[in-house]
């Protein structure tokens, strides 16, 4: 058994990770102050909560809790450093590596002051770059090509089901209606409380 464990496959972020990488070059300064889809945030607080939620789950799944993991992303509206073009992609290789550990999955761990099990922190990371990342290339104009096993998996946290959404609403807000038959990233957008055709502006 001991075997079978020290070879189980961690969570691979890198696909959803990588997505942000690539829209990250083409953000122009000039785009900083425009909307997103997230409606407190600036394109420039959009990268900020991004790299803030970098940094707390590779902590959360390096098990290295403290600052990083107990601070609600609530608590202040987020801020962008001014190295962030270097900042952001050098952490997101940190996320990505940290979630590639099995140890990752086991046990309890926390993020946003909450605490969680392994696998589900996992779910919540992948999820978090999924619409952020979809929030960015919006906010900025760019195409968005998350891979189906990232959607998928923020399909099956995001959708209704026994389990209370609550805490998906709080954070998201209630789904918005998408057509059954609509492409799966746009009914995963849909869950997350997001209008698929949203634009800057419209």
Known sequence: MESDKAT?????????????????GAVDDGQLSGPTPCPDY????????LLGLTVAFRDAGLKNLGATTDTSPD???PTLPADW?????????????????PDALEGM???GGVDLPGEVAGMVARNELVVHGWDLARATGQDFRADE???RSSEAMLAPGDDDRSGADAIFGPPVPVPDDAPLV???IGLSGRRPD???GA
């Not at 992609?89 to 940290?98: C, F, G, I, K, N």
Request: proline letters at 7%; charged letters at 25%.
């Open 109 to 111: 761990t926390r993020a």
């Open 149 to 151: 096993a990232s959607l």
């Open 198 to 200: 949203w634009r800057p």
């Open 8 to 24: 189980a496959p961690g969570l691979d972020l890198g696909p959803a990770a990588r997505q942000i990488r690539d829209l990250l």
């Open 75 to 77: 608590a202040a509206l």
């Open 186 to 188: 746009d009914r995963v």
């Open 42 to 49: 600036s394109v420039r607080e959009l990268l900020g909560h």
């Open 85 to 101: 073009r270097t900042a952001l992609p050098t952490l997101l290789d940190e996320l990505v590596a940290a979630w590639r550990s």
